[in-house]
């Protein structure tokens, strides 16, 4: 019997640990319809912003969207300030985050871009990695539009991010002047257990072994 119970109980585990490895992988999709759910802008446009949307190709068929504003276009030595998203969130949710960059003194901004990471927004052909190895992605974004002077802002998952491009082995980091990290985590356990918190459902161990499960497979 109690053998029985040890079984079962493994299973449940098992079962809650896969929900999340599955759900952190395929977080909510913060696109266009959540914005307008919530009253928000949807894109620069209607924040009264001028702005073109591109999209990032990565070498593994992955489509990042990126919007580019440009601020001051004779600023040839200004900033190209990008900004990253935490996880759950998008691009979308970056706006919030502009105005502090468009109040600096004429010619410090050149332009400003924001891009869906993996698994977000309006991303195609991927899913999260959980901020693993996604500083390629923001180099290979850098590399793309050519900037030289760049300053990066991340919240949480998104500011990680930013910080392991800046001390990345790779000489696009050089371009790098500094980076504005918002609640970064020194733990991809803080966001989940954050978020499993608001739910009152279980954290750690099951945590842990969601961890486990997506460094399988």
């Avoid at 899913?127 to 180099?139: A, I, K």
């Amino acid at each position: 019997m109690l053998l029985f119970l040890a079984i079962v109980l493994v299973l449940v585990l098992l079962l809650l640990a896969l929900s999340i490895a599955i759900e952190a992988v395929n977080p909510p999709r913060c696109t266009a319809g959540w914005a307008l759910a919530r009253h928000l802008p949807v894109d620069p446009g209607e924040i009264g912003l001028r702005f073109s949307s591109w999209t990032l190709d990565c070498p593994d068929g992955t489509a990042l969207p990126v919007w580019e504003i440009p601020i001051d276009a004779d600023a040839a030595g200004g900033l190209t300030v990008i900004l990253l998203h935490g996880w759950g969130r998008s691009r979308i949710e970056s706006l919030g985050r502009i105005r502090p960059f468009l109040a600096l003194p004429p010619g410090t901004v050149q332009r400003i871009l924001l891009y869906d990471l993996r698994g977000h927004g309006d991303a195609e052909g991927s899913r999260s990695r959980l901020g693993w190895r996604e500083e390629g992605d923001l180099l290979e974004l850098i590399r793309r539009c050519g900037a030289r002077r760049v300053l990066l802002g991340g919240h949480s998952m998104g500011g990680v991010i930013a910080i392991q491009a800046a001390t990345a082995d790779d000489p696009t980091a050089g371009s790098i002047v500094g980076v504005i990290a918002w609640g970064p985590y020194p733990d991809i356990h803080v966001p989940l257990r954050n978020r499993l918190a608001l739910k009152n459902a279980p954290t750690r161990p099951v945590t842990d072994l969601a961890l486990l499960l997506l460094r399988i497979v």
